[in-house]
């Protein structure tokens, strides 16, 4: 029977992205998808820099970025087109040695993704095979799975499952988690459309029409693509309000039938839901099977890239025995308590900002819930810390940015996936580092500037560029230094590490 480190289920972003990670590592894993191919139409329309960086990881963001378009920010009208709030994105490269913020074409980086699996020989893709039996048994899961090209079921084992399989998911049901329930539920008519010529005046900021009887989205994506996402009322179905002539007439204010050609038109139901239990021994959960969000963030593909980038190096170290025994546990709980803060964050912020669009009186309640020197509301990108888990102090767990080194290389791509620590560098002089551990200080880099939006003088960072803490001496420096684990792309070892502070 054939036997895998990791068994993805799901080949969309977060799977694809997760499996070309754990690859880099040189863990053996299986992606096991029921479709043929990634979906042709759009689906998820933005990603920033924190994504954007992950996709540098593992080889793609140089091809991305091209197929993409830069996104000005978000801003709220009123039925007249009064602006109610602006929310205005950076522009040009930013701590993340990214641009903030990218409107895509999923199907772009979906092709990129597969296309570059082939590079990945740890890395195993089976599409149209669907699992339909898990089986943890304590010290491996066993899978049943059907080749529904040829009607067979075959077997497999797996040190761990991760289950990227959607809101439907079914290794959550093996979980048996709840979903916590934030409250958000409405129907939303979504278009996309591809235009015949531009048309300028549509623009390129995202625009929340804040209409509280049907409340709108308008999104300029790349190309001569655009969307518009528009509340469904609730005595409107859904199957007619999805008909074309229905469209039109709801398009009526922005475009003519003959403008544009509908690409897609469907209905979703957009919800507020964390999964209350993200691991249940060797099974684990990440994107949408463990959190679905409302649309207003743009955070929906991001929250499972983000979940993926946590759970990639620590799955690395235990299944190449780098780490192991009751440390190895205490890892992988790390992964829930330091990310479900986060995702829970960002839902809650857009289910309050889905609520201030709904209202009666928007631009009151806007000004009232996000008020800026002048008055008027103006809203600011978060970057809420992950909560609980590896690290001390109140530095730890905040996402860090990634220097220029002298000669204009990423830190990234100079120490990738190892733990780095970054220091001013006096600081830095005499240090006993680890094997494998980078070293980037104020001299060889423009690291002063990211350690000052940190507030110290030295930090260490995770693979993930999450920081284990913040130091002002070299004590705390070395306090921090000792938790440092092993890099994740060292060749597997059955010695037992010491246990995590």
Request: proline content about 6%.
């Amino acid at each position: 029977m054939e036997h895998f480190d990791v068994v993805i289920v799901g080949y969309g972003p977060a799977g694809a992205t997760l499996a070309h990670l754990l690859g880099a590592c040189g863990v053996k894993t299986l992606v096991l998808e029921r479709e043929s191919a990634h979906y042709h139409l759009p689906r998820a329309v933005h990603f920033d820099a924190e994504v954007m960086r992950a996709f540098q990881w593992i080889g793609i963001a140089d091809e991305m970025a091209p197929k993409t378009h830069r996104h000005p920010g978000m801003q709220f009208v009123d039925r007249d087109g009064k602006m109610l709030l602006d929310w205005p994105r950076p522009q040009g490269e930013g701590p993340q040695a990214w641009n903030a913020n990218y409107r895509f074409h999923q199907p772009d980086l979906e092709e990129l993704l597969r296309n570059h699996m082939a590079e990945r020989s740890d890395v195993t893709v089976r599409s149209r095979c669907e699992v339909f039996n898990i089986d943890d048994q304590g010290d491996k899961v066993a899978l049943r799975y059907e080749d529904m090209t040829k009607g067979k079921v075959h077997h497999v084992t797996a040190n761990y499952v991760v289950g990227c399989d959607g809101a439907r998911s079914l290794v959550r049901r093996y979980i048996e988690s709840d979903m916590e329930d934030y409250g958000f539920h409405e129907r939303w008519l979504v278009v996309d459309v591809i235009l015949n010529e531009d048309k300028p005046e549509l623009g390129d900021h995202s625009i929340q029409y804040c209409v509280p009887e049907r409340p709108a989205t308008y999104v300029r994506t790349p190309g001569m693509r655009r969307r518009w996402e528009i509340t469904v009322l609730p005595e409107e179905a859904s199957h007619e309000i999805a008909k074309p002539e229905r469209v039109w007439e709801l398009l009526s204010d922005w475009l003519k039938p003959e403008e544009a050609e509908l690409e897609r038109t469907a209905v979703y139901t957009f919800h507020s839901l964390v999964a209350a239990d993200w691991r249940e021994g060797r099974l684990l959960l990440a994107g949408d099977a463990c959190h679905q969000t409302p649309p207003f963030m743009g955070q929906g593909m991001c929250a499972g890239t983000r979940d993926v980038v946590n759970l990639y190096w620590k799955l690395a170290l235990i299944c190449k025995g780098l780490v192991t025994g009751d440390a190895a546990e205490a890892l992988l709980d790390t992964y829930e308590s330091e990310r479900k803060p986060n995702a829970a964050e960002y839902i809650k912020t857009a289910v309050r900002l889905g609520g201030l669009i709904n209202t009666v009186g928007t631009e009151e309640a806007l000004r009232a819930a996000l008020p800026s020197a002048d008055g008027s509301a103006r809203m600011e990108s978060i970057a809420p810390p992950i909560g609980p888990g590896l690290g001390i102090g109140d530095k730890a767990g905040r996402l860090f940015g990634q220097p220029r080194m002298s000669d204009g290389s990423r830190m990234d791509d100079v120490f990738p996936h190892a733990f780095v620590v970054v220091a001013e560098t006096e600081l830095a002089g005499g240090l006993a580092l680890p094997k494998g551990v980078g070293l980037v200080t104020t001299e060889n880099s423009n690291a002063a500037e990211h350690l000052a939006r940190l507030g110290a003088k030295a930090t260490v960072l995770r693979p993930d560029r999450h920081t284990l803490g913040g130091a002002d001496t070299k004590a705390e420096l070395e306090t921090l230094i000792a938790l440092i684990l092993p890099n994740p792309l060292e060749p597997s070892s059955e010695t037992q590490q010491p246990e995590m502070a």
